[in-house]
């Protein structure tokens, strides 16, 4: 966290003590509990509004469907091996997908060129899709 170390933490106290002395040491102890108690009920508040604004149960949900420890690759597998077979038995769902191309039948080309953009110090290549550009940019860029 920002390069900061127990060592350097440590260091950082130690001569903040020094230059305060040990007369002023209880006030600034005392404020700098304070600033960290008003900022734990500023996080408690912050929550406590977020839960009452969008609902305790879906913000909780919510994390609980996120959380890691819940991610299990076997689970997920066993899953899918098991709805898997039951798609493949419908006729009806088969039936419904769209057709797929064929990866072997070459694609046909794209429409549209790759045009040169930018400075001459800093050039890059920009694809412009022939259906986007009208004609007549065509035509007067290519006389």
Do not use: C, N
């Amino acid at each position: 966290m920002f390069g900061l170390t127990v060592e350097k933490l440590f260091v950082v106290v130690l001569i903040a003590a020094v230059l305060i002395g040990p007369h002023r040491m209880p006030q600034y102890a005392g404020r700098l509990a304070a600033v960290l108690r008003q900022l734990k009920d500023m996080t408690v508040e912050a929550k406590r509004r977020a839960e009452e604004e969008a609902g305790a149960a879906i913000v909780r949900e919510d994390w609980q469907a996120l959380d890691p420890r819940r991610y299990d690759p076997r689970r997920i597998i066993r899953e899918a091996w098991q709805d898997e077979p039951a798609a493949a038995a419908d006729p009806v769902a088969t039936a419904a997908e769209p057709e797929r191309p064929d990866p072997a039948e070459p694609l046909p080309p794209p429409l549209g060129r790759w045009v040169i953009a930018g400075s001459s110090a800093h050039p890059r290549r920009v694809w412009v899709a022939e259906a986007s550009v009208p004609d007549s940019t065509l035509s007067a860029a290519a006389s």
